[in-house]
C-alpha cells in the first residue's frame, strides 16, 4: 500500500549507459515530481507533469526525458550517464486539484556511476 | 542563487531541549512554507506546513512561526526526543497555472538529539 512507489532503490552503472528509473504513486494525484539530491542533501525540482502534461523543467540536461504514460506514472530516462548524475532521485506526488498541497515522495533511487 | 537560506547546518540538542531552525527567503510570490523531515535511506515527508495569513501553526511538539515583513520562518521542536534526529528541510511554494506546485528547498539542518 505504498504511497509512491519508485523502482529501483538502487541503481550503479557505467558511464555512457542509459539508465530508466519508474514512478507509481496510488493516491489518485493529478501532478507528479521529480525532484534530485546532491552529495550535499540540497534537493531540486527537475520536472513536474500534471495530468501527463509537463509542466516544469528545471533547465535540465536533454539527456533526462521524463515520459508520463497515465497520471499514476511518471518514469525518468537518462541517456550517455556521466559521473555528475550520480545522486538520489525522488519522485513525488500532490494534488493538482487545489494549489500548494502535501507533496508526497518515494523513498527514493541511489543512482551512482562509476 | 539560493531563495530559500536556512540556518544551521547542523544542531545538536540535548533531549527534552528545544530545537530552533531557521529559514528565510526572498521571493514575495511564494505563499505555502512547509517543513519536511527526511530520515536516512528515506525520502522527505511533510511535517507541518503554514501560510502566510497566520503568524504561528502548532502541532503537538511542532511549531512554526512566521513573520512575513520579514520574510522569515522557524521551526520550533519542543521536548526533543533521539527519535526526533533527522535531517530538516524548509521549504517555499507557489502554485503553478498547469496544477500543482514547486518546492524550493532551503539547504537542510542536520538535527541529533543526545540522551
Known amino acids: 500500500d505504498t504511497a509512491v512507489s519508485q523502482t529501483p532503490k538502487y541503481l550503479v552503472t557505467q558511464m555512457g549507459n542509459d539508465k530508466s528509473i519508474k514512478c507509481e504513486q496510488n493516491?489518485?494525484?493529478?501532478?507528479m515530481y521529480w525532484y534530485k539530491q546532491d552529495s550535499k542533501k540540497f534537493l531540486k525540482i527537475m520536472f513536474s507533469y500534471n495530468n501527463k502534461e509537463l509542466i516544469i523543467n528545471e533547465t535540465v540536461p536533454n539527456r533526462f526525458s521524463p515520459k508520463s504514460p497515465d497520471k499514476a506514472h511518471l518514469n525518468l530516462h537518462i541517456n550517455s550517464l556521466e559521473l555528475g548524475d550520480s545522486a538520489v532521485y525522488f519522485c513525488a506526488s500532490s494534488s493538482g486539484l487545489a494549489l500548494n498541497t502535501e507533496a508526497f515522495f518515494g523513498q527514493g533511487t541511489r543512482l551512482t556511476v562509476v | 542563487q539560493q531563495q530559500v537560506k536556512q540556518s544551521p547546518q547542523s544542531l545538536i540538542v540535548q533531549k527534552g531541549g528545544i530545537s530552533i531552525i531557521n529559514c528565510a527567503y526572498e521571493?514575495?510570490?511564494?505563499?505555502?512554507f512547509p517543513w519536511y523531515q527526511q530520515f536516512p535511506g528515506k525520502g522527505p515527508a511533510l511535517l507541518i506546513a503554514i501560510r502566510p495569513d497566520v503568524s504561528e501553526k502548532k502541532e503537538g511538539r511542532f511549531t512554526i512561526s512566521f513573520n512575513k515583513s520579514a520574510k522569515q520562518f522557524s521551526l520550533h521542536i519542543m521536548d526533543s526526543q533521539p527519535g526526533d534526529s533527522a535531517t530538516y528541510f524548509c521549504?517555499?511554494?507557489?502554485?503553478?497555472?498547469?496544477?500543482?506546485?514547486?518546492?524550493?528547498f532551503g539547504t537542510g539542518t542536520q538535527l541529533k538529539v543526545e540522551l
Open positions: 493516491l489518485g494525484h493529478d501532478t
Open positions: 521549504a517555499a511554494s507557489k502554485g503553478l497555472t498547469g496544477g500543482g506546485n514547486k518546492l524550493t
Open positions: 521571493n514575495t510570490a511564494f505563499d505555502y
